[in-house]
C-alpha cells in the first residue's frame, strides 16, 4: 500500500478513535507502527500490529459501513488507502489480493484460537 501515490499516513496517540462502527467504511488501513484493537458489536475484539490490513471487509463485503470501533492501544501510525484506489490496487494485482486476504485469515484464526487479543 505504501507504494501507491496517494496513501495518506496518519500518526495517532494512545487512545484515538480511527473510526466507529456505522461510519462510512472510505478506506482501507494498513498498520506501520504500534497496535490497533477493533470492537464489534457483541464486544469481541480482535488486534493488529504493523504489517497487517484492517477493515478490508468493511470496504469489500459489507455495503461501506464500518462493522467495528477500530482504537489505537498504543501510539500508532496508520496508511490510510482510499476506497476506489484498494479496489483499482485489487483488480490490477489479484495476486496481492489473495496474498492480503490469507495474512488476514491466519491472523483472524490465530487471535480466536488463543483467545487472546494483544497481550
Not at 17 to 22: D, E, H, K, V
Not at 107 to 119: D, V
Amino acid at each position: 500500500m505504501v507504494s501507491q501515490l496517494d496513501c495518506e499516513t496518519i500518526a495517532l496517540p494512545t487512545g484515538a478513535t480511527i473510526y466507529q462502527r456505522g461510519a462510512a467504511a472510505k478506506a482501507i488501513y494498513g498498520l506501520r507502527r504500534g497496535i490497533v484493537e477493533l470492537v464489534d458489536s457483541d464486544g469481541e475484539k480482535i488486534c493488529f500490529r504493523p504489517g497487517e490490513i484492517f477493515c478490508y471487509q468493511d470496504i469489500v463485503w459489507h455495503n461501506g459501513g464500518h462493522r467495528s470501533d477500530a482504537h489505537a492501544l498504543t501510539p500508532v501510525e496508520v496508511i490510510r488507502l482510499d476506497r476506489l484506489r484498494f479496489m483499482n490496487l485489487l483488480h490490477n494485482h489479484p495476486t496481492l489480493a489473495l496474498l492480503l486476504i490469507g495474512q488476514q485469515h491466519d491472523r483472524l484464526r490465530e487471535q480466536r484460537t488463543s483467545g487472546t487479543c494483544c497481550y
